[in-house]
């Protein structure tokens, strides 16, 4: 089984955002409620200012949190493919997963719109569903027990590496490439539209992969390694300066 | 407030405790009216806050406020049917009918804020996930409310009914939501604010003393708040232990709260800020001084400590100090934004919304319709 794990390269990184884009568009994510999204970082102040940027997926955590905290076991990591999905049959919506998660990745949806005006009521849907998008995934490709789809009431949805597509990779292969014919349509919607070329996507436990490369060539780090959570996402900053300022040293 | 002694004739006993019941249904109709109105109208839209961080809010403080206080009077009523001491047990009926309302009233705040609540049935105790809290809490919450209910219905109109041995369990179930509960929270690594293994102790301390409090708020209320209307042995226990175990819980209190906020002051880690913000609000002082050090000193004192009206005052202050406390406590440790950038505030605005203040009266209402209730047609007050 692959260990998928995604490298993230901030010096390349423009903070374009299509990487949201995208997996809003492929996720059916409400406007502002962002699975994947580039997080903006200044220090100091004019003119002696830094800007930084943060692309922030789920970190699929090897030592998840997130369902060890689960009481029901909605939260789970799937065998396949190593990703933690969230089942929506199971999930009761208590929000202990988003209390535990370290990296603030989980949303649920029955809040106040984040963007006026709430498209839930400009696309209103019936049944499970809390809103029909006009963009949206072909209907199979829905799966309520690993929380992929349109993400109805009462339950914590995240970020899923694009599970619909990865899961269909072939098998063996040690990266999923968006510029590789074979893998593009397996390669997570992120990773896909990058125009830079900033996110890389592999097999973590397979030595050829170009993920295992750039972790070791470049020094990959990951976030906030004091809470054991041991992400499977890595970034490669250059080694400069810390990936993420705190919010206690930007206040100076 | 009629006063009420045990010798008062049945019919006048029922009269103030209908009255009660029918306060009590007003609230109980107001909060939970509104609560109703509400999720027809928008879904459970208002009892949630926001996915930039604030994902508990004063729903879940108060389903905690009422089901740690009922943990702590099971526990209160257990020193007399565990351990027998004679002096409590004026008391031991009134706390678990007392235990039985807090519970109710807290864990239908709960089910009305959780997004799946009948899934939860189910999907809780079947899917044995031994790692998290919750699981447990959630089994204890429930093998606990079983147990309760079938001690309870053991003395309906049983003025002496005696000791109980099921209250071991019961006793020990309460202990262990306590100290659970406490670890839900300090667990949270990734929470600076809540981390800790003193957080089950405290957890402890609190719902013992939020216990008495309430012991001796509605043991005056059944006595016209007056000890001249007690018996001797009730009174006994209100002059001499209970308001000495009373004035050691909330010096226990203080020392543990104000301890941390103290090192949550000193400390320059990251997530502690949030105390520089909470000792700054007005709340957080009303709470420690006048809701904890106040009721302390009119619990030390000799005089004070004798006196009903000052005890019914001092649990009052406990109360709500406690309600405030546990608000800061919950709020407090999500304020502190987790990976939303610059654009982020650096803590967490929260104001509760209206749907989420008429649960709070919603649980009030309940446990007071369940606890008049019992008192008025089920012996719950037949003694003491
Ligand atoms: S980043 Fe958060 S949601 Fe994702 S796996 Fe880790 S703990 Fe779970
Ligand atoms: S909200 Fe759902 S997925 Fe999260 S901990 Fe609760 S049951 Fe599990």
């Known amino acids: ?252 | 407030m009629a006063m009420m002694t045990d010798t008062s004739p049945a019919s006048v006993r029922g009269n103030h405790f209908l009255l009660h019941l029918i306060a009590a249904l007003a609230l109980l109709a107001i909060g939970g009216g509104y609560v109703l109105w509400e999720v027809f109208q928008f879904g459970k839209v208002q009892f949630n806050t926001t996915n930039a961080g604030i994902h508990w809010g004063l729903a879940i403080v108060t389903y905690d406020y009422f089901l740690l206080t009922s943990a702590g009077l099971a526990m209160v009523a257990s020193l007399w049917h565990v351990f027998g001491l004679e002096e409590f047990r004026p008391v031991a009926r009134r706390c678990l009918w007392l235990a039985m309302a807090g519970l109710i009233g807290g864990v239908a705040v709960l089910f009305l804020e959780l997004g799946n609540p009948w899934i939860a049935l189910w999907a809780t105790p079947l899917n044995m996930q031994m790692a998290s809290p919750l699981f447990w809490k959630v089994l204890l919450v429930g093998v606990y409310t079983i147990l309760l209910a079938i001690v309870l219905f053991g003395m309906i109109n049983k003025p002496d009914a005696g000791r109980n041995p099921l209250m071991m369990l019961v006793g020990l179930l309460a202990l262990a939501i306590t100290l659970v509960a406490g670890a839900v929270y300090g667990m949270m690594a990734m929470r600076p604010m809540w981390f800790g293994g003193e957080i089950p102790v405290v957890f402890l301390i609190e719902s013992f003393m939020g216990a008495l409090a309430f012991t001796v708020f509605f043991s005056h209320l059944k006595n016209g708040f007056s000890h001249g209307n007690m018996r001797p042995e009730t009174r006994s226990l209100f002059e001499g232990t209970l308001a000495r175990m009373f004035a050691i819980s909330i010096a226990l209190h203080f020392i543990l709260h104000a301890g941390r906020a103290v090192t949550g002051l000193w400390s320059n880690a990251e997530g502690l800020q949030v105390w520089e913000y909470l000792v700054a609000q007005p709340m957080f002082h009303i709470a420690l001084w006048g809701c904890v050090a106040l009721p302390f000193v009119l619990m030390v004192l000799p005089a004070t400590r004798s006196n009903g009206l000052m005890q019914v005052l001092a649990s009052l202050l406990v109360m709500v100090g406690l309600l405030i406390s546990r608000y800061e406590f919950i709020i407090g440790g999500q304020m502190v934004p987790l990976f939303k950038g610059t654009w982020a505030p650096d803590l967490l605005p929260y104001v509760p919304s209206t749907g989420e203040w008429a649960l709070l009266v919603l649980a009030v209402g309940l446990a007071n319709v369940v606890y008049a209730f019992a008192a008025w047609r089920l012996g719950a007050e037949d003694r003491g």
């Open chain 1, 1 to 252: 089984m692959p260990n998928w794990g995604m490298v993230i390269d901030l010096e390349t990184c423009t903070g374009c955002q299509a990487c949201t884009t995208a997996c809003a568009m492929e996720n059916s994510r409400l406007p502002g409620e962002n699975w994947q999204d580039v997080l903006f970082y200044s220090e100091g102040e004019y003119p002696n200012l830094n800007i930084s940027w943060l692309p922030r997926p789920c970190m699929q955590c090897e030592n998840p949190s997130c369902v060890s905290v689960c009481p029901t076991r909605a939260t789970y990591v799937d065998e396949g493919t190593g990703v933690v999905l969230v089942d929506w049959n199971k999930c009761i919506g208590c929000k202990y997963c988003m209390v535990a998660c370290p990296y603030g990745v989980r949303f649920y949806m029955d809040e106040a719109p984040v963007v006026e005006p709430d498209v839930r009521e400009a696309f209103p849907a019936r049944g499970r569903r809390t809103w029909n998008p006009p963009f949206r995934m072909p209907d199979e490709y829905e799966d309520p027990s690993k929380g992929i789809g349109i993400q109805p009431s009462g339950v914590v949805s995240k970020c899923t590496f694009c599970h619909h597509k990865i899961s269909q990779a072939p098998e063996g292969v040690a990266d999923l490439d968006e510029d590789n014919p074979e893998t593009r349509e397996y390669t997570p919607a992120c990773v896909r539209v990058c125009a830079p070329k900033a996110r890389f996507f592999g097999d973590l436990d397979n030595p050829e992969s170009k993920v295992n490369e750039l972790i070791a060539e470049k020094g990959g780090v990951r976030l906030r390694e004091e809470t054991g959570n041991k992400p499977k996402v890595y970034y490669l900053s250059g080694g400069g300066s810390p990936v993420v300022p705190g919010s206690r040293s930007r206040r100076g």
